[in-house]
């Protein structure tokens, strides 16, 4: 091994290490138990970022960094030590557009899932066989204290997700957020998503007066913005 780098040693014995390979685009993941058995050795076609290996050693991830390899980049691995066998790999869908890797994880083997821990203690959840089970969190945390790149991917997603919906609670946290993001962005087409999304949750709290105001004021910043059906319904009803 070259260039070992991100070793961790699990309570069993068993610990992980990652060979930054100085040839090419890619690196190599290791699991070794006390004995200094290869238990997983597995080749990424990508540099090789963060790691981690749960307490009792049974289980492994590390995370491959953006390459050209369509198969592996960004990709993080999800190891079962006890069975050596890689058990899925997926993009996280909580790096965002700016890549924005975990800096650590934590498994809980009880509940079997996975934390992925980022900056500001901003931590996810994954199951064991690779389901993201905290992406509201998300989402809100990214219109409320994330980055103008993590805001506005949030608010694309929100803009689809709340014709669908049928629940108002659910994004009334959001708005606050959304409403200091209209004093945060300039651009006139930012400003007019914010507004569709932010009538999208009047409609649904049933407070239509609301909800035109901000159809309104969306059109007029953009008229693509694709509230003007809605727009002319709901001056009919109302």
Avoid at 126 to 150: V, W
Wanted: proline content about 2%.
């Amino acid at each position: 091994m070259r260039h070992p780098d991100n070793g961790m040693v699990s309570n069993s014995g068993v610990f992980i290490l990652s060979d930054l390979t100085s040839k090419g685009m890619y690196g190599v993941f290791h699991v070794i138990n006390s004995d200094g058995e290869t238990l997983i050795k597995q080749r990424c076609r990508a540099n090789l970022g963060s790691a981690g290996i749960s307490d009792d050693g049974r289980f492994a991830v590390c995370q491959a960094l953006e390459s050209t390899s369509k198969s592996d980049s960004c990709k993080l691995f999800f190891f079962d030590i006890k069975n050596r066998k890689l058990l899925w790999k997926k993009v996280p869908e909580t790096i965002g557009a700016e890549l924005n890797w975990a800096k650590s994880y934590r498994f809980d083997t009880k509940r079997k899932a996975l934390y992925l821990i980022h900056d500001k203690n901003r931590t996810y959840r994954y199951t064991f066989e690779g389901t993201f089970l905290d992406s509201k969190l998300y989402r809100h945390d990214c219109i409320n204290s994330g980055n103008d790149i993590e805001f506005l991917e949030a608010l694309n997603g929100l803009k689809s997700e709340l014709s669908e919906s049928t629940d108002p609670q659910e994004y009334v946290d959001l708005i606050v957020p959304l409403e200091k993001g209209l004093k945060r962005f300039s651009d006139r087409d930012t400003r007019s998503k914010i507004h569709r999304v932010l009538g999208e949750i009047s409609l649904l709290q049933g407070n239509n007066a609301e909800a035109i105001k901000h159809f309104e004021t969306a059109l007029k910043l953009n008229p693509r913005v694709g509230v003007k059906r809605t727009l002319e319904k709901l001056k009919k009803t109302g």
